[in-house]
């Protein structure tokens, strides 16, 4: 049983590009989550998408955005970046509310990205 | 504002002892609060969950303990091996919302 897969595992860039990141949920899970992890610091929650809806969005500006497919694996958006997006980016799936443990979370191995 | 602590210095610890780490928050009532712990370049895994109405929470050498009226959680490690050197991490949601807050995690180093 596959965990949850993030690509790339790596990714380089310069100010003011666009990036995607893409994810892949553990089996069985619908619900996504993305997180930005600075050095040193504990994830920051992004947004979560659930039935392919943003449902939930944190302290990040319209510039992250994302997407949730029909087989639920989804999308991070970072617009113009900056150097302060230099980062890991988690992704993290569930099962949505009302199935126990439905907030137990699993994540994946991150997108390390660097903006030049 | 929401704020969650974690001792941000690490913490050093003879193995075979146990390590005990701590989670304060404030201007929260998380309905439950989340243990991960975390290697370098790696995601987090997770480890327990409590729930508000829990004081105690066991799985193997780990115990979990919630007290909503001191905004505190200990998280222990008994007969802590070098294995056992990671960030742990823990995390609350939001009450009435899907997110999650994470405090910046304790670094843990089991020396043998």
């Known amino acids: 049983d596959a965990g949850v897969t993030q690509s790339p595992t790596h990714l380089i860039k310069t100010r003011g590009q666009q990036v995607t990141l893409r994810c892949s949920p553990k089996?069985?899970?619908?619900?996504v989550s993305w997180y930005q992890q600075a050095l040193g610091q504990g994830p920051q929650f992004i947004f979560q998408y659930y039935e392919e809806e943003e449902r939930q969005r944190g302290n990040f500006p319209d510039r992250f955005s994302g997407h949730q497919f029909p087989n639920y694996s989804s999308e991070l958006n970072v617009n113009a970046l900056l150097l302060g997006d230099s980062a890991l980016y988690l992704c993290?799936?569930?099962?949505?509310?009302?199935?126990?443990?439905?907030?137990?979370?699993?994540f994946g191995p991150g997108t390390r990205l660097t903006v030049l | 504002s929401q704020k969650i602590e974690q001792n941000s210095e690490a913490l050093n610890i003879q193995e075979g002892k146990t390590a005990t780490l701590t989670c304060n928050y404030t201007?929260?009532?998380?309905?439950?609060l989340q243990w991960y712990r975390q290697d370098p370049g790696r995601g987090p895994v997770f480890l327990l969950l409590i729930r508000e109405n829990e004081k105690e929470k066991r799985k193997e050498r780990l115990k979990v303990t919630f007290d909503t009226t001191l905004k505190q959680s200990l998280f222990h490690i008994t007969a802590s091996q070098p294995a056992d050197s990671a960030t742990y991490l823990c995390a609350l949601d939001i009450a009435g919302t899907y997110k999650y807050i994470f405090g910046t995690g304790t670094r843990l180093k089991v020396l043998a």
């Open positions: 993290a799936s569930s099962l949505a509310l009302g199935t126990v443990p439905y907030n137990e979370q699993f």
């Open positions: 089996s069985g899970h619908d619900t």
């Open positions: 201007n929260y009532s998380p309905a439950y």
